[in-house]
Structure formats: structure tokens, C-alpha cells
């Protein structure tokens, strides 16, 4: 590829030799290689659970054969694609990235990585693959150097193959941006349960949660100024770790909390379609920015036995996602944190955006059908940004 590709490989083997973890995903409380490698790839398993179940609930075929995961980093995603793939490719710019997404892949005979510095996209067969994924990628790269990538994306797609692909499309102004994140320390809350929870709840039945939420930041919530809040809860197995049912309910926060306020809320929850044991997980999200465990707040918790029930029916099993167990990942294969690190670092990566209609354009051009468009906000308030799923080429 064209548009300075020697200068994006440096500036990314750079941040892959001292963080290359926090490089991919650039949380806040994680810099200074504070990431383990198996939260790391558990958070790349549950993104392909979503993406797949996405899938199914746009009723578009579920994948097999050959994928590539384009822009791999360590592997995050490419490691969760071999559960479900025949095979598939991981390709970064970075030798860096690859020589430790090798080190890490647990995948031998179904996983390989790919540095494109050395080895372009035009070494893998035309129409040879049946799923391209790539996600808070191409944002990084030139708005040139993402056009051409589309383009050899449709080069290497099977005819009925499924291409995903994030992308911003332009900055927002200042008076449309209406999600603006809060200071890290905001997303600190106190959850707890006002009244005790049945044992058990038949399979697709309704529960009423009543809880009290304090805020326990010294910042003010201010919903009119920085976006939607609320209470929301995902459905976990009965150990705690794979995520059967993501979003689930929801409850909107008062519009401006100020610190140390508590409060009740009522929230309705959806019993899972299938029965066994689960763990409910109840956590307060910002709408387009992030969940508060994400930036390091506590969640609430509590175990319930699903039971059989004739109206489960109504609720079909698709609305389980599918999140497989990762194997053990040698947590030695990365740099630890340091107890001197110094401040950590900010997370000014390059943006670029390529406008909707142009990729719209460039999808008929290569007679790709679009079979969904959702508005994204990976790359943040200020930019308009969309996930795009397309289904062949001509």
C-alpha cells in the first residue's frame, strides 16, 4: 500500500515495544502494561461473540471457511475468529505486533499471522476468503491509504463472503457532538440490590430489580452535558466469566447527580429463553462512551436459577451469544508494570475518516450489497463514524 506505510509501521512497532496491549486498546487504567493477557483476549472473544450474534440477528449467513482480521495487533481478535473459523489470517503493519501475536497464538493449525511490511494483502489469493473483519483500524490510517485497503478487501472476498468494517466518516461539530466523555475518575458508582431477589424465575419472564446507586466520584453527572446514562445488565454463565446476553435491560439515571447522591431506580430484566444457573450483572453505562467497569468501577452481582417454562418459546435461543472458554495465554510473553512508571501516556493515536457516501460508493463500485450500516462511536463524540456490513462482491 501507498501514503507513507513505513512511517505507520514505525510509529505503531514503536508503541508495540513499550505497551503493545494498551496500543490496541488504549484504556485509561490499563496503560504502563497493566493489562493481563487474559483479560486482553477475553475482551477479544467477547467482541467476535457480539459480532457473530449480530450476524445472526441481521439474519445473514454465519461465516465458516477462511477469515482475515485485518490490523491484528497481538491477536485479540484473530485467536477468537480460529474458535469459529476453518482458518484465518491476522495481518498488521507491525513486525512488532506479529512476532508477539506468534508467540501468543494458541491456533497453530488454524491461525497464522501476516506482517504486511514484508508480506502485502496481494500474496493472499483474489475471492479466497469468506469473512474480512477489521475494527477501530482503518480509523488510523490516511483516508487514501483506507480506500485502498477497501479495494483490496473486495479483491480477496468470496463472492457470498461477509466484509465488517469501522470507519469514521467526518468530524462532528462542536453543537452536534452530544456525547462528551467524563474524566476518567467519574465512573465511580456504588450498586446494591433495595430488596432480595427470588432463587429462581421461569425462562423468558420479566423480574423487577430495585436498586440504589450512589455516586461515589467527586464529580458531578451532568446527562445534558455530557450524554445519556443509565443502569443496564448483562447475563453471564453460572462461574461469572462468558457473557450470554449482553444489554439486556435498561433505566435512565436522574439527568444531573451530583457526588455522594443516593438514589433508588426500578429496573425490568428479561429471564434468559434457556434454563440453568446464571450470574446477573448489573452496571451503569455511558450511552456511546463506556460502561463504568470498563473504567474500573465495581458492578453488582447476583446468581438465579432459570427453570423451565412454556413461554420461553417466545423468546428464541439466538438471543444467547455464544462466548467460548480462551485457553492459557503465558502472561510472560508481555512487559509488567512497573512500580516507578512514570505518568501514563495519552492516547493520541492519528484519526482519518473516510465520508459515508464515498464508502457507499465504493461498495456499489464493487458490487458489494450493503446489508446493514450502524452509527459507531469508536472513534469517539466528535467524529460521525459507521460499521458497515457487506455481503459479496461481483
Known sequence: MSGGSRDNQEYWDDHASKDPLWAVLAFPDKSGNRWTVREFMQTGER???????QIAALQLPEPRGRGLDFGCGAGRLTQALARRLDHVIGADISPVMIDLARRLNRYPDGAEYLCTATTPLSSIPSRSLQLIYTNIVLQHVPAA?????????????DSAGLLVFQLPSH??????????PMPDAAYRAAIS??????????????LAV?????????????????GPLAAGNHWLDAAGQLMLVQDDGRAPLLQVVPPGLEWPILMTVHAPSEPGTYVCEIDLVHEGVSWFAH????????TIDVTSHAAATERRSSALIKEFPIPDYPE??????RPDAGPPPVANFPMDGVPREQVLEIIRAHGGRLAYIEEDRRAGPEWASFRYFVIGRA
Open 47 to 53: 467482541e467476535i461473540a457480539l459480532l457473530f450474534h
Open 145 to 157: 491509504v483506507a480506500v485502498e485497503y477497501l479495494g483490496e478487501f473486495f479483491r480477496l472476498l
Open 171 to 180: 468530524l462532528e461539530s462542536a453543537s452536534s457532538a452530544e456525547i462528551t
Open 193 to 206: 440490590l433495595s430488596a432480595d431477589m427470588p432463587r429462581s424465575i421461569a425462562a423468558g419472564a420479566e
Open 210 to 226: 430495585t436498586l440504589r446507586v450512589r455516586n461515589m466520584s467527586g464529580h458531578t453527572w451532568e446527562q445534558p452535558k455530557v
Open 295 to 302: 473504567k474500573g468501577g465495581p458492578t453488582l452481582r447476583f
Open 332 to 337: 510472560d510473553a508481555v512487559p509488567k508494570a
